[in-house]
């Protein structure tokens, strides 16, 4: 059983930043490839970052690039998202997802086969 644990989400203000992290505990000698969603009051669940297993390759939703980074310690299940210049409109629960069977480089949540609890991020204007 794989589990994921997220920490560090909170109350900020606009243009503020916040680091999300996240670590999956698993299979021994396992290393998923990892990714964030977001949910907001009302709307679907949505992508916001992925990294791959070697931390080598890095996907951003549109809405995100450019202020969001996606990171990882080498060879461990432990990912991080440094979040900059926050926006109100990145108000959401925010949760961490693993893939071990998905396809490569999926932006899909059929992509991810764990998930985390989530953490609230609220950004106030």
């Known amino acids: 059983q794989v589990q994921l644990v997220e920490s560090g989400g909170g109350l900020v203000q606009a243009g503020e930043s916040l680091r999300l992290t996240c670590v999956a505990s698993g299979r021994a000698g396992t290393t998923y490839a990892m990714g964030w969603f977001r949910q907001a009051p009302g709307q679907a669940r949505e992508f916001v970052a992925r990294?791959?297993?070697?931390?080598?390759?890095?996907y951003y939703a549109d809405s995100v690039k450019g202020r969001f980074t996606i990171s990882r310690i080498n060879g461990k299940n432990t990912v991080y998202l440094q979040m900059h210049s926050l926006k109100p409109e990145d108000t959401a629960v925010y949760y961490c997802?693993?893939?071990?069977?998905?396809?490569?480089?999926?932006?899909?949540?059929?992509?991810?086969?764990?998930w985390g609890q989530g953490t609230q991020v609220t950004v106030s204007s």
């Open positions: 997802a693993a893939a071990e069977y998905g396809p490569p480089g999926s932006t899909l949540e059929n992509g991810f086969d764990y």
């Open positions: 990294i791959s297993w070697s931390g080598s390759n890095t």
